[in-house]
């Protein structure tokens, strides 16, 4: 069983920084591709931004390129990060963490397996 748990979000003004964590459990999650997604009350889920399973390949969306970038240490569990920097009010969502079994990176929320329970960004201006 997968277990992805987000943290690390709160409330910061504009400008301002955030490091997201996903705390990783299961067999094999050291081998899935894992990705960040964030969604904004009434709105659909945007893909933010995901990395291979060795961290050798990364992908990032456009409206975040430049100022977030995607780790994970593979150490014991797989912990999973999203460095966010120069924040601005329209990054205000809940970002989630998600995981997928496919060596393949994806930019669509369909093909990951498993989610975490979503961790709540704002930025105030």
């Known amino acids: 069983q997968v277990q992805l748990v987000e943290s690390g979000g709160g409330l910061v003004q504009a400008g301002g920084s955030l490091r997201l964590s996903c705390a990783t459990s299961?067999?094999?999650?050291?081998?899935?591709?894992m990705a960040w997604f964030r969604q904004v009350l009434g709105k659909e889920r945007e893909f933010v931004a995901a990395i291979s399973w060795s961290g050798g390949r990364t992908l990032l969306s456009n409206s975040m390129k430049g100022r977030v970038t995607i780790s994970r240490d593979n150490a014991r569990n797989s912990v999973v990060y999203l460095q966010m920097s120069s924040l601005k009010p329209e990054d205000t969502a809940v970002y989630y963490c998600?995981?997928?079994?496919?060596?393949?990176?994806?930019?669509?929320?369909?093909?990951?397996?498993?989610w975490g329970q979503g961790t709540q960004v704002t930025v105030s201006s």
């Open positions: 299961g067999r094999f999650i050291r081998t899935y591709t």
């Open positions: 998600a995981a997928r079994s496919s060596g393949l990176i994806s930019t669509q929320e369909q093909e990951y397996d498993y």
